[in-house]
């Protein structure tokens, strides 16, 4: 089987998480992929939330956010997205990567190792963006 061909990993991870409309995204965004935290921070168009908080029925316009990262980061992620976001409970919902491109799988790993370490020279190239 070839480079490109699906494959099993269990240790990527995407986390869903929203974020006001009326907030920095960027900034919250760029923070989280800086930190190594995140490999990537999809930051989707807005959506309309309607939940129950505090007995009140709350409807709110909030960006959908797709961060992509490797469990092993995860407890460092949930601790800078929860002291960083606006809200005092924000969405961290963790959800495990059942497979994918190889190439992509290992770029997450690689771009969320710890800092110390330059993991992505180990990976032949990055994957293209087209």
Known sequence: MGERNP?????VVVVLMTFPIDGDVTSFSTLL???GCAACVNVGSPVESVFRWEGQLERVTEYQLLI?????RLK?????????H???????LILPVSGGDRRYLDWIRAMTQPRSSNAWSDVADEPSRR
Do not use: C, I, M, W
């Open 76 to 84: 460092d992620l949930q601790r800078l997205a929860v002291e960083r």
């Open 7 to 11: 494959v099993s990993n269990a240790h």
């Open 33 to 35: 992929v800086e930190s």
């Open 86 to 92: 606006p809200y005092d409970t924000p969405e961290f």
């Open 68 to 72: 992509k990262s490797h469990h092993g």
